[in-house]
T-cell receptor, first 114, second 111 residues
Framework: SAVISQKPSRDICQRGTSLTIQCQVD?????MFWYRQQPGQSLTLIAT?????????ESGFVIDKFPISRPNLTFSTLTVSNMSPEDSSIYLC???????????FGPGTRLTVT | EDKVVQSPLSLVVHEGDTVTLNCSYE??????LLWYKQEKKAPTFLFML????IEKKSGRLSSILDKKELFSILNITATQTGDSAIYLC???????????FGTGTRLKVLA
């Protein structure tokens, strides 16, 4: 199993600013995922972050808007840049230590953009 | 394009009722199907299924996978108000090594 901490747990930000979300895992993992969950919607994968390589972004998400860092096997950050109210969502990081057997989620960050 | 669809989208029942939630999928390189319960922010893991016809059970919850017809069901018997949540189904594909989430089913159990 894996225990994940994520911060901040919530934030209210102004339009045009940026927020960096941190995700810390208690064990070394290769693959980390960042998801967005807009109000009333399911989880949408933003990108997969592997240590030592560039993040792989899903269709509709770009690095300029959602830059990701993965400096080591236990830590990652997601930045939401130049925010607009449409970015108001829950942002979740997750890890998949084995690959397809179980995915562990961080507690999530609830972002509100005004 | 890979997709995962859940039904119904929402459901309201009374305590003690039994509910069946459905998850159908069309993906390439299927490896596993997972069920999650989401009450606040973070989804919590319920079951992981890889083989057809083998029921996974945990208390009042059970789940089974049909790889021929490409679907899974999640059953909850004797529902309680604490079962109120969004139930998410996700399929892991070995080709792309990522999870594809379904639309979710919002369950509300009334006392």
């Amino acid at each position: 199993s894996a225990v994940i901490s994520q911060k901040p747990s919530r934030d209210i930000c102004q339009r045009g600013t940026s927020l960096t979300i941190q995700c810390q895992v208690d064990s070394q993992v290769t693959m980390m995922f960042w998801y967005r969950q807009q109000p009333g919607q399911s989880l949408t994968l933003i990108a997969t972050a592997n240590q030592g390589s560039e993040a792989t972004y899903e269709s509709g998400f770009v690095i300029d808007k959602f830059p990701i860092s993965r400096p080591n096997l236990t830590f990652s950050t997601l930045t939401v840049s130049n925010m607009s109210p449409e970015d108001s969502s829950i942002y979740l990081c997750s890890v998949d230590p084995i690959g397809g057997n179980e995915q562990y989620f961080g507690p999530g960050t609830r972002l509100t953009v005004t | 394009e890979d997709k995962v669809v859940q039904s119904p989208l929402s459901l309201v029942v009374h305590e003690g009722d039994t509910v069946t939630l459905n998850c159908s999928y069309e993906v390439t390189n299927f490896r596993s199907l997972l069920w999650y319960k989401q009450e606040k922010k973070a989804p919590t893991f319920l079951f992981m299924l890889t083989s057809s016809g083998i029921e996974k059970k945990s208390g009042r919850l059970s789940s089974i996978l049909d790889k021929k017809e490409l679907f899974s069901i999640l059953n909850i018997t004797a529902t309680q108000t604490g079962d109120s949540a969004i139930y998410l189904c996700a399929v892991y594909t070995s080709g792309t090594y990522k999870y594809i989430f379904g639309t979710g089913t919002r369950l509300k159990v009334l006392a």
